[in-house]
């Protein structure tokens, strides 16, 4: 929520308050009792504990809890999948360094999953949903609307396309027919070039 007095936009160094009136939070620091800017961008005030941050214009992406992201399967292991997060699905800005988030076998789909073999496979692109974003990601892509939205042939890396049964994928080049927990219904852009990096 934005407080009145504070501008539509600040620069790095302007003036925000003092730190009698607001506590400083991400994006400002303190400095002799007064609070100020540290990134150009729009300064928002937490009615609750009258913490004033500065969402940066052009920050550094980050991920948190709640967060839709793309994430590339990168190990497949019994009980788990780890993925390097490409970006947070709606915008074309990937994430820098690609950092890591795991997928716990129990939160890969609704109900019980012996197994991730015909869920996913390594390269798939997944949109998951961020349940944990400190102290390390933990991913989940068990409702419907989550899973692997793009995904190559294992046998030839051309890539896959819908088939006719649920959660079928089909090779155009070899044939091959592949099953993956697929996403089900509309998606946010995805990042980078507006199609998933496989």
Known sequence: MSDPELPNLV????????AEEYLPG???????GRIYASVLGKPKVDPRDRTVRV??????????EGDLVYARVEEVK??????????????RRRLPGEPEGTVHISKAREGYTESFQGEFA???VLLARVLQSEPS??????????GVVAARCQ??????????????????RCGNVERRKVAKGPRPDA???GAPAL
């Open 55 to 64: 969402d940066a214009r052009n920050g550094i992406p980050e991920v948190a």
């Open 155 to 172: 046998s030839c890396r051309a890539l896959l396309t819908m088939g006719t049964q649920e959660n079928e994928m089909v090779c155009p």
């Open 137 to 146: 990601v933990k991913l989940t892509t068990a409702p419907p609307p989550l």
């Open 78 to 91: 019994t009980a788990m999948l780890i993925c390097a997060l490409l970006g947070r699905a709606g915008t």
């Open 11 to 18: 620069l790095p160094g302007d003036y925000l308050g003092a």
């Open 26 to 32: 991400h994006g400002t620091y303190e400095n002799r």
């Open 191 to 193: 990042p980078g070039d």
């Open 122 to 124: 390594v390269g798939d």
